[in-house]
């Protein structure tokens, strides 16, 4: 029985040692992968639960590593938060989906996640606006996508960030609404233009009556609130028609579109959007 314990234990350190190299490695590449601006830009479309049309995109960061393929950004995003690098990632993501936008309407929207380090950032608002202005997009156009992780730690500073953003007309989304600590002390103390439901409940109220309780639930209290809806997770037909039918604004999901490439959202707009 030592021997095996010893030999286990020998088998756990060689492959902590082969982790933390694998991670060194990937957080080299990532670096340089940030550095040459290698991060791209996809669009998953958003659509208007009214008619259906497309009125935006969210913009969510794809890298394509040269030889492990596409590395999800549930594992490239937080390196790049613990490494320093999120910003970077983040301006780089926006000038592209600024450019790649040019080739759509006017009034179509982009919606932009924001990591929460960036909100303890003061200088956050103007970094925005001053791409904006250098890209000659409209900030009205600009969505930001807020987690509560991000309101947390320095309420006061996250405050002041995203009123300097609203004053400036760009709307915040408080996104994965419902998986936080305390998301109705938050919708009370900050200003949102509207509420994102996580998608773990949209997801599951096929086969939940509870998620599909919980997902209503939300639904009227962002009403009375008078803040308007957006359902991200939208997998079928049945789960789109019971969010329109108790009246959620906005859809995202698989069903609707998956996020991908400009050259191919431009194919989801509507003709007068396109081109
Ligand atoms: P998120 O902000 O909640 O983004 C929505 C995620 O849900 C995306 O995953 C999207 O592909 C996925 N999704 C949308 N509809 C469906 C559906 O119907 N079914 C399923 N199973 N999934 C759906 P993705 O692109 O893998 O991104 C994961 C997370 O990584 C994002 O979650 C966001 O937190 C983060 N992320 C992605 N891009 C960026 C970025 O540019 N900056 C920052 N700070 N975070 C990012
Ligand atoms: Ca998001
Ligand atoms: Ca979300
Ligand atoms: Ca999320």
């Known amino acids: 029985a030592k021997r095996d314990g010893r030999s286990t234990y020998r088998f756990f350190e060689q492959s902590m040692d082969e982790e933390?190299?694998?991670?060194?490695?990937?957080?080299?590449?990532?670096?340089?992968?940030i550095g040459e601006e290698r991060l791209e830009?996809?669009?998953?479309?958003?659509?208007?639960?009214?008619?259906?049309?497309?009125?935006?995109?969210?913009?969510l960061a794809r890298w394509n590593h040269p030889t492990r393929g596409w590395i999800r950004p549930d594992v490239f995003i937080p390196l790049a938060e613990q490494i320093g690098l999120i910003?970077?990632?983040?301006?780089?993501l926006l000038r592209r989906a600024c450019r790649d936008s040019r080739q759509w309407s006017d009034d179509i929207r982009l919606a932009l996640n924001i990591s929460p380090v960036q909100l303890k950032d003061p200088l956050l608002p103007n970094q925005i606006l001053g791409i904006l202005a250098e890209e000659g997009f409209a900030p009205t156009r600009l969505e930001i996508e807020v987690t509560e992780t991000a309101l947390v730690s320095d309420l006061k500073t996250a405050k002041a960030i995203l009123s300097?953003?609203?004053?400036?007309?760009?709307?915040?989304?408080?996104?994965?609404?419902?998986?936080?600590?305390?998301?109705l002390y938050h919708l009370r103390e900050l200003k949102f233009d509207k509420v994102k439901i996580d998608?773990?409940?949209?997801?599951?109220?096929?086969?939940?009556?509870?998620?599909?309780?919980?997902?209503?639930?939300?639904?009227?209290?962002?009403?009375?609130?008078?803040?308007p809806t957006?359902?991200?997770?939208?997998?079928d037909k049945a789960v789109l028609d019971h969010l329109a039918s108790i009246g959620c604004d906005f859809g995202q999901g698989f069903y609707l579109g998956r996020a991908m490439p400009a050259e191919a959202a431009v194919e989801r707009l509507d003709p007068h959007d396109a081109g």
């Open 199 to 227: 998608r773990s409940f949209v997801q599951s109220m096929q086969t939940s009556s509870d998620s599909r309780k919980i997902v209503d639930a939300i639904v009227s209290l962002a009403k009375t609130l008078g803040l």
């Open 164 to 183: 300097s953003l609203r004053s400036n007309g760009v709307r915040i989304a408080l996104d994965d609404f419902g998986t936080g600590y305390s998301s």
């Open 41 to 59: 830009p996809h669009y998953q479309p958003l659509v208007d639960m009214r008619d259906g049309h497309v009125y935006g995109f969210e913009v």
């Open 20 to 33: 933390l190299r694998d991670r060194a490695a990937l957080e080299a590449d990532l670096r340089k992968a």
């Open 87 to 92: 910003s970077d990632l983040t301006w780089s």
């Open 230 to 235: 957006v359902a991200e997770g939208i997998e």
